[in-house]
């Protein structure tokens, strides 16, 4: 483990703990990786763990890179705090469970993405880690008036039976990844265990989206033996389908097309009709 670039801030003594990683970026469509690994870590009152040093992995002058600059606080001319987007993890001890938790948010890196991962990996395996749930969100084209569907990648075969008892399916992708791909493949290599679970998001609403995070929160509960009261999202979820359905009930032209997702949900189709207008879909952000 490269402790020079990991700023360890606690050294707990922890039970085959479970690491769960959310990446913002390309992975957080929704806001449902960091939101699901926010809520986590502030509904448990994780305690602070360590943190990555950003400097090898983050291009803060590169275009659009605007979001990624360290933030500043500047008070009567004096510099009072100056935060770095830093990988920061804490953890949880579980008394309910033979597993305490990791909880890891960063943002997903745009350089030496093999050394990012091997931090992680090698940090994941000196603290004993025995699984890793990697947390994604996605665009696709689902409606919102059903459940939200979440699937998963596995780092190894075996793994599925365990999936479909939580109502999670496999899915069949080719193209572009992410880091969860990375962390699939390196972790397969040290026969560490990974679970990518990923929420689809409707396309067409681009908004943080406490449906699909309630969805995933709700298996993930489960999976980590976790005794959380989940009623605060699953009211900010509905309050969210409220919204939406009275932004879609506004415009025919979208409440025609949310009827032939809900026909064509499931069906393996491609997008029905027409794309949406980018301005419809700004509108239902508003």
């Not at 659009?64 to 009567?76: F, L, M, S």
């Not at 189709?269 to 027409?274: F, I, L, M, Q, R």
Request: charged share 25%.
């Amino acid at each position: 483990m490269d402790k020079q670039r990991i700023i360890i801030h606690e050294k707990p003594k922890l039970n085959k703990p479970y690491l769960v990683a959310g990446f913002e970026g390309w992975p957080d469509a929704g806001k449902v990786s960091s939101g699901v690994v926010s809520y986590l870590r502030d509904k448990l009152d994780a305690r602070k763990l360590a943190e990555i040093e950003p400097d090898d992995f983050y291009l803060f002058q590169s275009p659009g890179a605007e979001v990624k600059r360290p933030v500043t606080n500047i008070q009567d001319g004096l510099v009072v705090a100056l935060s770095l987007p830093a990988t920061r993890l804490w953890f949880y001890k579980n008394q309910r469970s033979g597993h305490d938790l990791i909880i890891l948010l960063g943002r997903e890196p745009e350089l030496r993405w093999n050394d990012y991962v091997n931090l992680i990996l090698d940090f994941a395996q000196n603290s004993g880690v025995a699984r890793i749930y990697a947390i994604g969100g996605t665009y696709d084209v689902v409606p919102h008036t059903l459940a939200p569907m979440v699937a998963v990648v596995l780092s190894a075969p075996g793994l599925e039976p365990e999936m479909k008892d939580y109502g999670i399916q496999t899915i069949n992708y080719r193209g572009q990844s992410s880091i969860h791909t990375l962390f699939l493949v390196s972790a397969s290599k040290r026969n560490l265990e990974v679970v990518s679970l990923w929420g689809y998001v409707p396309h067409y609403v681009q908004v943080p989206n406490t449906k699909v995070c309630y969805g995933i929160l709700d298996k993930l509960a489960k999976m980590l033996e976790l005794t959380l009261d989940l009623e605060d999202i699953r009211r900010g979820s509905q309050h969210l389908d409220e919204m939406v359905d009275k932004a879609v009930a506004q415009k025919p032209e979208l409440s025609d097309y949310v009827r032939r997702l809900e026909l064509e949900y499931g069906k393996g189709k491609d997008e029905p009709g027409e794309p949406l207008k980018e301005d419809i879909i700004r509108e239902i952000e508003d």
